[in-house]
């Protein structure tokens, strides 16, 4: 199969071009080559998608599936298909689990749990992006597969405070100071290595059967947020300084945290994984978290440039402390 990803050397993506590649996929990788990431046996094409002027390559090519892992909004997606229309036999949409119905009317989400969040710009931009891409199917035929990964992880702390492309919590961690987990921390919730979405995912390319379906792909592990932070803490050497603080509370003190914790991670999720498994037959997480994490800290640790810390993000974990025991 003759593939291109749009993005491709991400967080979750990266994992998902190398077993394309290794799956004897024909893949081409659209970016703009400021990513220091090879994918060893694909096709580099160095461009900007929202530079027409920088796409002659591209335009030159039919593809058996084109995936965008870096569409975020409705202008995005108006221009792929203009772009793709009548060129692929299959365009794969990354949306996200944050689309799924917040708060949650029954704890379980499958893909027919209602698409609603109004506490988050970008969840709401990826419903619209699905919302075109389903007119654009039941309309003209255009020939969607929507996935939607929830908290994936490779080279990112899959946390709710101070984390994912922050090292702040985990550097907190290392240096012994208080860190924040949201609510008692009994709440559930379910992470996912990149390189299990990938199985997954990968499994899709190409699968007509696919066409017109939308599918979330996840670990069935499921942890509480106190576990999750307790194997973060484990990975790192250190015993973490936990201080419970409620999400409305730490949206109220500082509202920029409103997407990550009450448009997303508030409250318990459960996934219910059975169509990736019945399109996708043998698909199987299989990397628990105490495992994936320690290979993200490890690579963290090796790569100190990596290890962000985000002097803003410092300052809203060290107010929220604050405020939240009065001084």
Request: one cysteine or more; aromatic letters at 10%.
């Amino acid at each position: 199969m003759k593939v291109l990803f749009i993005g491709g050397t991400g967080n979750i993506s990266t994992p998902s071009s190398k077993l394309a590649v290794a799956k004897g996929m024909d893949l081409y990788v659209l970016n703009r080559g400021k990513a220091k990431v090879e994918i060893k046996g694909a096709h580099s094409i160095i461009g900007d998608i929202n530079k027409p002027q920088e796409l002659s390559e591209l335009k030159k090519h039919d593809w058996d599936v084109v995936v965008n892992w870096i569409a975020f909004t409705p202008e995005d997606i108006e221009r792929d298909i203009e772009l793709f229309r009548g060129k692929t036999k299959q365009y794969i949409f990354i949306s996200s689990a944050s689309c799924y119905q917040t708060p949650l009317s029954y704890p379980v989400i499958t893909e027919s749990t209602p698409l609603h969040n109004k506490l988050w710009d970008y969840s709401e931009n990826k419903i619209l992006c699905e919302d075109r891409l389903q007119k654009a199917y039941r309309e003209e035929g255009f020939p969607i597969t929507i996935v939607r990964p929830s908290l994936t992880y490779d080279t990112v702390i899959p946390i709710a405070v101070g984390g994912f492309d922050k090292f702040n919590t985990a550097q907190r961690i290392l240096d012994g100071k208080e860190i924040i987990i949201h609510g008692d921390g009994t709440s559930l919730w379910t992470v996912t290595h990149s390189d299990d979405f990938a199985k997954g995912f990968v499994g899709l390319l190409g699968l007509q059967t696919a066409i017109g379906h939308a599918f979330h792909i996840t670990s069935d592990e499921v942890l509480t947020w106190n576990m999750i932070y307790k194997i973060l803490a484990d990975a790192l050497g250190k015993e973490a300084k936990i201080v419970h603080i409620a999400s409305d509370f730490i949206c109220k003190v500082e509202p920029s945290f409103t997407g990550t914790l009450l448009a997303d991670k508030a409250e318990s999720v459960l996934f219910d994984n059975c169509k990736i498994k019945t399109f996708v037959p043998g698909f199987k997480a299989t990397i628990p978290f105490s495992e994936g994490i320690k290979r993200t800290v490890k690579w963290l640790l090796e790569n100190p440039e990596h290890q962000n810390i985000d002097e803003y993000t410092e300052a809203k974990i060290e107010n929220v402390l604050k405020v939240y025991k009065g001084l």
